[in-house]
T-cell receptor, first 111, second 120 residues
Framework: SQQGEEDPQALSIQEGENATMNCSYK?????LQWYRQNSGRGLVHLIL?????REKHSGRLRVTLDTSKKSSSLLITASRAADTASYFC???????????FGQGTILTVHP | NAGVTQTPKFRVLKTGQSMTLLCAQD?????MYWYRQDPGMGLRLIHY???????AKGEVPDGYNVSRLKKQNFLLGLESAAPSQTSVYFC???????????????????FGSGTRLTVV
């Protein structure tokens, strides 16, 4: 069964706007990660946040984690057309590196 | 710096045929994984390996076998392909932290570009 569930399933915005995607999960985790997938390509790691962290930044990305609500959000500020992609959250729970992926959010940024 | 390389990129099989998907990484990563991606299902873990000579089952292992004879290679085999195995297959690898053995560090997975398999 899928651990993470993203919301919304699809998001369409204009260039320059901010994009927010949410992820909810069901069981306790060690860390939560976000990945981007351009059409027809492999996934690219964006950011990792550990269970004892509440917020993390990387360039235009801001990730928050609320373990009490079992949820995370990914904020992309000042979106660009090149940000158009699918975004997946993934949760890690054990020491073997296994990740459980959500179904993804499709982000479309219009020029 | 190749990262993770998957071969082949595309393949069409007939039901009952067998094939092997090859994943090679040049980052000296300990951990390797095979996932399949289906529309509306996200990515699901098939098998994984925590080191040379070791393999373990993931969420959807039935119909697949794997081998990790060399640290840099992780092979996924389909012995008798079925239409339900039509999917995009991704290989990934990750780093095992030197101090704790944790596979996470800050780098997550490195993915290959995928193999699109159709079984007719």
């Amino acid at each position: 069964s899928q651990q993470g569930e993203e919301d919304p399933q699809a998001l369409s915005i204009q260039e320059g706007e901010n994009a927010t995607m949410n992820c909810s999960y069901k069981t306790s985790i060690n860390n939560l990660q976000w990945y981007r997938q351009n059409s027809g390509r492999g996934l690219v790691h964006l950011i990792l946040i550990r269970s004892n962290e509440r917020e993390k930044h990387s360039g235009r990305l801001r990730v928050t984690l609320d373990t009490s609500k079992k949820s995370s959000s990914l904020l992309i500020t000042a979106s660009r057309a090149a940000d158009t992609a699918s975004y997946f959250c993934a949760t890690g729970r054990d020491g073997y590196g296994k990740l459980t992926f959500g179904q993804g959010t499709i982000l479309t940024v219009h020029p | 710096n190749a990262g993770v390389t998957q071969t082949p990129k595309f393949r069409v099989l007939k039901t009952g045929q067998s094939m092997t998907l090859l994943c090679a990484q040049d980052m000296n990563h300990e951990y390797m994984y095979w996932y399949r991606q289906d529309p509306g299902m996200g990515l699901r873990l098939i098998h994984y390996s925590v080191g040379e000579g070791t393999t373990a089952k993931g969420e959807v292992p039935d119909g697949y076998n794997v081998s990790r004879l060399k640290k840099q290679n992780f092979l996924l085999g389909l012995e008798s392909a079925a239409p339900s195995q039509t999917s995009v297959y991704f290989c990934a690898s990750s780093y095992a932290g030197q101090s704790t053995g944790s596979p996470w560090g800050d780098y997550g997975y490195t993915f290959g570009s995928g193999t699109r398999l159709t079984v007719v």
